[in-house]
């Protein structure tokens, strides 16, 4: 709990060091460490062999995303690419394109609402994960009964409840305090980042349970690896770009 906390003290202090600073360059610069690190630790969960190939994907798609009005379109280039490749050589291990949906399409659009609406809005998307995953594990230690999946079996039914209602309530309060938005639309944005924050979290605790692993990495003391630490997001930051947009 000790190196929990000291870990989770230092990434606090350095996003606010970021946010203060707020350069374009320095947050692509920091952003992109977070995807090569993501990339490193998806290879173990998605069981595949080293191949220095993976990274010299992920570079270049992360430089071109410097240049784009909307990174997050890349996810099309791949998912054209993963079809062609697939039809021209029925035979190809298709796993190996995993790594260029999950986790790359997820920080493309954390990327892309950065450029588009600045760090307000991300740190509206951190508190209401973060809502949810507290108040999940306090509802469920206090009033857990049912299981909420074999996915992952320490998750209630009544912590999911108990943490999309906070999360939901607490994020529409926020909202009003930064942002224009009526409060049905806050009421469902805060609502769907929440439900997907739950399920970006199962999603990975599928992929460490298939792969045999308590933690997908452990760049992060007390915490495991970035992905740990990024999985609620991952999920929900795609569809709160998408309701962004919409």
């Keep these: 709990m000790k190196e929990r906390i000291l870990t989770g003290a230092f990434l606090v202090a350095l996003l606010l060091l970021i946010t203060y600073f707020h350069n374009f360059w320095l947050i692509w610069g920091f952003l992109g460490f977070?995807?090569?690190?993501?990339?490193?630790?998806?290879k173990k969960l998605y069981q595949l062999r080293p191949n220095v190939n993976y990274f010299l994907v992920a570079v270049l798609i992360?430089?071109?995303?410097?240049?784009?009005?909307?990174p997050s379109h890349l996810g099309l280039i791949v998912f054209v690419t993963f079809l062609g490749t697939v039809a021209y050589k029925p035979d190809v291990e298709r796993v190996h394109f995993f790594p260029y949906f999950y986790p790359t399409i997820p920080l493309l659009a954390i990327w892309e609402i950065?450029?588009?609406?600045?760090?307000?809005?991300?740190?509206?998307?951190?508190?209401?994960?973060?809502?949810?995953d507290t108040m999940a594990y306090f509802v469920g230690r206090t009033f857990g009964k049912r299981q909420f999946s074999p996915t992952s079996p320490k998750k209630t039914l009544e912590g999911v409840f108990g943490g999309i209602i906070f999360a939901t309530v607490g994020g529409v309060a926020l909202g009003i305090a930064l942002f224009d938005y009526s409060v049905l639309q806050l009421i469902a944005f805060?609502?769907?980042?929440?439900?997907?924050?739950?399920?970006g979290d199962l999603f990975e605790s599928f992929l460490k349970r298939s792969a045999g692993v308590k933690d997908s990495g452990n760049i992060l003391p007390g915490h495991g690896g970035v992905l740990?630490?990024?999985?609620?997001?991952?999920?929900?930051?795609?569809?709160?770009?998408?309701?962004?947009?919409w």
Excluded: C
């Excluded at 992360?62 to 909307?70: E, G, I, L, R």
């Excluded at 805060?190 to 399920?199: A, D, E, Y």
């Excluded at 929900?236 to 770009?241: E, N, R």
């Design 190 to 199: 805060s609502l769907i980042v929440s439900i997907s924050s739950i399920f």
């Design 114 to 132: 950065y450029k588009f609406h600045d760090f307000t809005l991300l740190g509206w998307l951190v508190v209401v994960v973060a809502l949810t």
């Design 228 to 245: 740990d630490r990024l999985d609620g997001y991952l999920l929900s930051a795609p569809l709160l770009l998408v309701l962004l947009q």
């Design 34 to 42: 977070i995807y090569l690190a993501s990339i490193h630790e998806v």
């Design 62 to 70: 992360w430089a071109v995303s410097a240049t784009m009005d909307n």
